[in-house]
């Protein structure tokens, strides 16, 4: 059972960044398609951003512009990252780190991470 690391996160003031990191347990046979969801209070979890294993990109309206993610391949572990800049209040919410195997097309989920944008 592949295991999703978060890490980052936290209080930060609007206007404000702060990076996001997820790291999988161990290597995805085949490769995978990585990315961020996000929940509010009383909302529906939304997608951030996801990124293929050929680094193709999608991004929600929302953070075009603003969040940037990347993705790290390694024989042993992938990694996504999730850089948020120019925060508002409203990207305050819990944010889950995804993978969807390639292979397999099993999907797993972080466990949440908070991130908290004061105005």
């Known amino acids: 059972q592949v295991q999703l690391v978060e890490s980052g996160g936290g209080l930060v003031q609007a206007g404000g960044s702060s990076s996001l990191s997820c790291t999988t347990s161990?290597?995805?046979?085949?490769?995978?398609?990585m990315g961020w969801y996000r929940q509010a209070p009383g909302k529906q979890r939304e997608l951030v951003a996801t990124?293929?294993?050929?680094?193709?990109?999608?991004?929600a309206d929302s953070v075009k512009g603003r969040f940037t993610i990347t993705k790290d391949n390694s024989k042993t572990t992938d990694t996504v990252n999730l850089h948020m800049s120019d925060l508002k209040p409203e990207d305050t919410a819990v944010y889950y780190c995804?993978?969807?195997?390639?292979?397999?097309?099993?999907?797993?989920w972080g466990q949440g991470t908070q991130v908290t944008v004061s105005s």
């Open positions: 990124i293929t294993n050929n680094g193709i990109r999608k991004d």
């Open positions: 995804y993978l969807r195997s390639v292979y397999h097309g099993s999907t797993y």
């Open positions: 161990e290597s995805i046979f085949g490769g995978s398609t």
